[in-house]
């Protein structure tokens, strides 16, 4: 156990790749934690997905030994967070673990939105922030600009700024003194009642959830007798443990210390991100205040491939719920995916990933429904309910109106592209706010814009229209009444529900158009002709048919070609297995993730 | 577990195991059933003059590299064919390629007599020979005939000299014409058209004009093959390139024609590709596709004994000098388990006319989901106790569906 006046805990914070992970590298390198032989790139990027994007997804926390200048030996817990706009909510979770952020800004980029983001929330959280300008070893870099920007956005000068590289290891050093000098060390009462903030937790196959805390007040021990607040769970602490980043068991955390701890309970409902450990027989008055639940941005539909693996699909949710707790879901019939479950998403990069989880770390086949953002109908009886997906759409007799939801939009782009990006906003239904300039050259503009314009692909869009420089962030707002119709898509005459979507009525013809187009070429030739349509409840607005397959059949087969030809069709025949029956019609996956992604 | 209380289809049991071909109809499920049990040899013979761009068996064309030194490997293929460990008497006899035809007919002669001193050929058995029509001499169809020959498979593809210069083909419409007058004049009493479809340029119209000629000169037998794109090929390389590639829906209209005009010329169609006379189906291909076992010599070929089925060496130089180290020239071999073989003659006999046996597998298929569905989209449906591909064209859509049926559930 370290004295809390030797601990200093600390988020690394950024907008997307502005080099947070690769800064942990150097302070892990610098420190000792790793040695050379083990190192490679964002080395707490440890999960496949992660590598394989080259983005971090899940934060993820590390003790680290640190010897100052001064002489004296301090124990770091640092938290590396991920940057993209969807996974925000985990960097909620870890400011509120600590006492201090490291802001980081690329050199060559600027402030950016996410930068914004995340610094607004470290300021909201009232934690001590450490501005970082990284990258200034890149020719494009233009550190005195970006030092200014983030004193401007923090109220500070720019000789507080910290230059580093991360990739040289240049500036390491002055940020890790910076680290012991600026940020406060804990604050908590040694002597008071165990309060343990439960941050982050994750389910192990042998050794059942494990929970990720940190130490508010008191201490823990090894055998302890704690209890879970929220759930009232009183268990015994099996085992507790630091990451460095290998795991090392120890007896004791004490205040203001982050580590595991492991109680051997395999009932996933039973542990909940966000809740207080305290000891069973000297409780504490008072739980900590937890976690807002973030509010999801999309729901989606997901169906097992094969509808036996149901219930292995509600388990993994559940599994993975412990360690994605913005994940909310409950069980759906679809007519024509059978059983299967609406998921809400925190935007569409977070439900690409949780699909990609579930199907690797769990060995599920999945189809995913387009995504749609959750609206509400107003019946003429004058009640409101809930829509999350287009066929919980009342029937048009007993709806009276549709609302959507609103989100706050703030973009950060180049000056010389405003003119662009006010373009692409108008046709996405914005309403522009105010703008401010972050320096001469660079602008923050806000919009109020339906929350279903953004979502799905003006990010891309936004890049595009000017070179990539814009950068994006958005938070719910408010519901708005709009014209919204349900585009219902028929195939062989039979609505999918899984095809259909919501959208503005003004955009229903192209987007009915562009699905049925899609469709006709993704769904491969069937055994009969088969129609495909797009309806606004029974007016077809599109129309495009597949016609019968009529060959398929090798024209030459002689005896000793039987068993080539049997492997032949057994390729062939595993090429197949991702097909869903929908209806009479066999429809590869792709269908349903192109539906996702369509371009309108 | 009997198959028969869910498919309706009654496992029949055939007793005719005879080698008597009769004039029985070439659809006859009494037929393919005795030629399970006809035994047969095929040769193989790769040398060609050039490779067609489509083409991708085992053969060397007399400009690349290796040569032709063919009675080298004749001696290779007698040497061979006194390995046999196994043998007993022939029903059937066929020389493929390549191009048999470029041997001599001493040559030929030597493999004819081999097989029969090795195995022994029955009095009436076929002896069958693929021959290109540049090289069908009257005087060679004579000495062929002599030898024993009675069948012969001309591989004339095409009447339209554009679709023939297209296939690198390079006998003329005349050349094949007068190819098979010199085979009726020989005696040949079972003649062979092979006929392709879909190569790019032609026509539905030239299609109809090699269709009509090549039923005016009255083959007893008729192959009729869709042009395949095989990867490795001229054809496929050209293909990738951005050349045509061969357009089903159009082939599928092709062979709709063929099979018609086939059939009004009183051919009855008896697998996917290929109609006959009564009394003139090709021996050799209705047992091999019936399971039946036969021998196999020479380069890349694969033969089907006890169970086994065992493949040569597919390179000409390595052949020959495994064979010359008097060691038989194998490259693997493949056993089939009860299961996969059942499931093995299950999805070849789908391209029969005649049907296919239900056995173990057709049971438990046409009850399944995918099974169920063909049935619903007429494309399988049951006659006489088998199981029928009803829209030929889709055979391999029906046998990868075969595919999920697994052991378990027979
Ligand atoms: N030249 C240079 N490149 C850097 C530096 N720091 C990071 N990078 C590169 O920037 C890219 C992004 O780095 P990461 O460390 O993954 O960024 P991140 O902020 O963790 O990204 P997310 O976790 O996805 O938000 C990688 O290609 C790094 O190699 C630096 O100081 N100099
Ligand atoms: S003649 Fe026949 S075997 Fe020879 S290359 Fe042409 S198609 Fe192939
Ligand atoms: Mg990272």
Redesign the interface.
Known sequence: MTAPSRIRNFSIIAHIDHGKSTLADRLLERTGAISERDMREQVLDDMDLERERGITIKANAVRIDYTAVSGDTYQLNLIDTPGHVDFSYEVSRSLEACEGAVLVVDASQGVEAQTLANAYMAIEEGLEIIPVVNKIDLPAADPDRAAEELAGVLGGTPDEVIRVSAKTGAGIDELLEAIIDRLPPPEGDEDAPLRALVFDSFYDTYRGVVSHVRIVDGSIATRDAIRFMATNLDVDADELGIRRPSTEVVERLGTGEVGYLITGVKQIDLIRVGDTVTHTRRETGEALPGYQEPKPMVFSGLFPTDGDDFERLREALDKLRLNDSSLVFQAETSRALGFGFRVGFLGLLHMEIVRERLEREYDLELVATAPSVAYRANLTTGEQVPVRSPQDLPDAAGLASIEEPYVKVMIITPSEFIGTVMELVQQRRGEMGEMTYLSPERAELHYRMPLAEIVFDFFDQLKTGTRGYASLDYEPDDYRVSDLVRVNILLNGLPVDAFSTIVHRDKAYTYGKAMVGRLRELIPRQLFDVPIQAAIGTRIISRETIKARRKDVTAKCYGGDITRKRKLLERQKEGKRRMKMVGQVEVPQEAFVAALKLET | MSPEPESGIPDTQYSVLSTQYGDESPDSPVLAEAARSWRSA?VHIPFCARRCPYCDFAVVAADEAGGMDTRRYVDALVAEIDMEPDPSELHAVNLGGGTPTRLRPVDLARIIDSLDHRFGIADDAEISIEANPEDWTPAFARDLRRIGFDRVSFGIQSFDPAVLEALGRTHSPREAEQAIEAARSADFSNVNIDLIYGTPGETDESWRRSVDRAIELDPEHLSS????VEGGTALSRAVLAGAPAPD??Q??DR?EHVDEAARSAGLVRYE??NWARPGHICR??LS??MMGE?S?FGT?????RGGV?A?NIRRLDAYLDRVEMGARPRSGS?CLDEFDSER?RF??GL?LAAGVRPGSIGGPFVAS?EGR??VD?G?IGARGGRVVVLK??????V??SV??VSPADC
């Not at chain 2, 030929?392 to 859509?397: C, F, V």
């Open positions: 095929y093959y869709a042009l395949t089903p829906d082939q599928a062979y996917v590709s050799y291909n091999t596709w036969f196999a890349g070929t694969h033969d089907h089925r493949r493949e093995e999805m070849v391209r989901d569905r063909l989209a494309v030929p064209l889709l055979t391999d859509l046998a990868r595919l999920s």
